[in-house]
């Protein structure tokens, strides 16, 4: 996107960018973000480039920002609660995105486990689990998912991690269509389960939640590079929990 003209961008240009979710955090963990936004909402594109420093079509802004990152990291400290609650509400969100892949491929899965292939090649299965990042050690939970969301959607509720549970699932806010143009701030909202949302709003969830993973992960040093097929066997990243 940054290498064309200003003014040159498209509409899918702005919307569930697979990295814009993961510039965010980096300006989060740098304090130039207030919050992060709710995993079924975006960060603000404008913003974004305002705290940022970095400028439509000069791919070079870009180093800049990453240079002033590594410098900070130095001195950038941290509220350990805040930290492990952030690493904590994102790990709850690439779950619930996991297992919905998980679901959508239960009975490849369960074909692929009754036939016990020794095949030396990737698999159909191990390439549809390896292009959404979905570690391979979590195939063995795909026939457990219908008794393990509930659990999981209410363990998370009551760490507040997430906002809402709906029909025992994640609960998803969204807006309401109305007849003729409403004010931002006047539109109603309705929460839907997880899985009622449509197979596109769907994969646009499972985008957030990696994009802001993958800067976690790179932040917190779990990873050694921008690379997000180095999140596709990291299920946890947060360093803290264990002396919390």
């Known amino acids: 996107m940054l290498d064309k003209p200003y003014k040159t961008w498209e509409y899918g240009d702005y919307v569930y960018g697979d990295h814009w979710e993961a510039l965010g955090v980096l300006q989060w963990l740098l304090g130039r973000q207030h919050a992060i936004p709710a995993y079924y909402s975006s960060f603000d594109r404008a913003r974004l480039f305002q705290n940022s420093g970095i400028m439509p079509a000069d791919p070079s802004t870009i180093e800049k ?4 990152f590594m410098a ?14 952030a690493v904590d509400t994102s790990e709850a969100w690439i779950w619930r995105a996991r297992a919905q892949v998980l679901l959508g491929l239960r009975d490849e899965i369960s074909r692929a486990e ?17 292009a959404r990042h979905v570690p391979h050690s979590l195939r063995k939970l795909a026939a457990d998912l219908p008794k393990t ?3 999981a959607a209410r363990c998370a509720y009551e760490k507040k991690l997430i906002g809402e549970i709906e029909s025992d699932d994640f609960g998803i806010a969204v807006e ?7 004010p931002a701030g006047q539109r109603r909202t309705a929460t839907v389960p997880y899985p009622n949302l449509e197979p596109e709003h769907l994969d646009a969830l ?8 993958l800067a976690f992960a ?3 040093g779990k990873i050694d ?14 360093p803290i929990n264990a002396a919390s």
Do not use: C, Y
């Open 65 to 68: 920002f990453v240079d002033s």
């Open 72 to 85: 900070s990291q130095i001195h950038q400290t941290f509220d350990a609660h805040q930290l492990r609650r």
């Open 114 to 130: 009754s036939q016990q292939s020794q095949a030396t090649q990737e698999t159909p299965l191990d390439e549809a689990l390896r």
């Open 149 to 151: 969301i509930p659990l």
């Open 176 to 182: 309401m269509k109305e007849d003729g143009e409403v």
């Open 206 to 213: 499972r985008k957030i939640a990696e994009s802001r993973f």
């Open 218 to 220: 790179w932040a917190l």
């Open 225 to 238: 590079g921008w690379d997000p097929a180095q999140t596709g066997e990291l299920v946890s990243i947060n």
